[in-house]
């Protein structure tokens, strides 16, 4: 028989675990959207939407923006036609109130298999990786100075290989604002991570090998 589920993949972890590069691997193997909430959100802050507006109240702080309008934002995108399929969830659901909004939402209730996915590093290594993880504000690549080097550097500044836009640091991967971020990811991953497991839905792989390594263990778990 033929399953018509729909995959809904849940990636967990710290910043800096690898959810995105990871995400991209899984969206281009399984052919799911990846769908990033911070993305999403930092989109509107660009274009200066009034959710972008009252989301970076919190976000250039580090904290989390309110479950009501992350939930309704991303309501909205698994409502398009290319989650038709299943989605690729990265950064969504990030404590357990919005675990219960997520398993209740009905694209979730109805016909689809949940795979959990929690990438784990340990805190050193996520300061480590975040403050030499560098942005382009065009295309959304993502680089790391230690791992994922940017083949063009005029003077100071790294040049997307992609795109050829000049790199930034994110605002929220300023060091003080990782450390929250951190605060934040440890006051709220365990509920969240319980929710999960008690769903028998939860998968741990270790974030401390090569980008190749971590993606042939969560190949595993979905095929
Ligand atoms: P990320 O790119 O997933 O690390 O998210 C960057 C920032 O966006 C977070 O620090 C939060 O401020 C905000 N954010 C992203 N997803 C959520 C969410 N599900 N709930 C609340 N805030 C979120």
Do not use: W
């Not at 993949?9 to 899984?26: E, F, M, N």
């Not at 680089?143 to 550097?153: A, D, F, G, S």
């Not at 997307?160 to 006051?187: A, M, P, Q, Y």
């Amino acid at each position: 028989m033929i399953d018509t589920k729909k995959r809904i993949v849940v990636l967990l972890g710290p910043p800096g675990a690898g959810k995105g590069t990871q995400a991209a691997y899984i969206k281009e193997r399984f052919h799911i959207p990846h769908i990033s909430t911070g993305e999403i959100l930092r989109d509107n802050i660009d274009k200066g939407t009034p959710l972008g507006i009252e989301a970076n109240k919190f976000m250039h702080k580090g904290d989390l923006v309110p479950d009501d309008l992350v939930f309704d934002m991303l309501k909205d995108r698994v409502q398009q036609n290319d989650c038709a399929h299943g989605a690729l969830l990265d950064g969504f659901p990030r404590n357990d109130d919005q675990a219960e909004m997520f398993f209740n939402m009905e694209y979730v209730s109805t016909n689809a298999k949940v795979s959990a996915i929690l990438i784990d590093i340990p805190d050193e290594e996520v300061i480590k990786r975040l403050s030499n993880r560098r942005y382009c504000p065009s295309c959304k690549s993502i680089y790391n100075l230690i791992h994922k080097v940017p083949k063009k550097k005029v003077g100071n500044a790294f040049i997307c290989d992609n795109c050829g836009t000049e790199l930034i640091i994110r605002d929220d991967d300023k060091v003080e604002t990782i450390k929250n971020r951190l605060k934040v990811f440890h006051n709220t991953a365990g509920p969240l991570i319980d929710y999960f497991n008690k769903k028998n839905v939860l998968y741990k792989v270790s974030g401390m090998t090569s980008l190749e390594d971590v993606f042939k263990q969560i190949v595993k778990i979905l095929e």
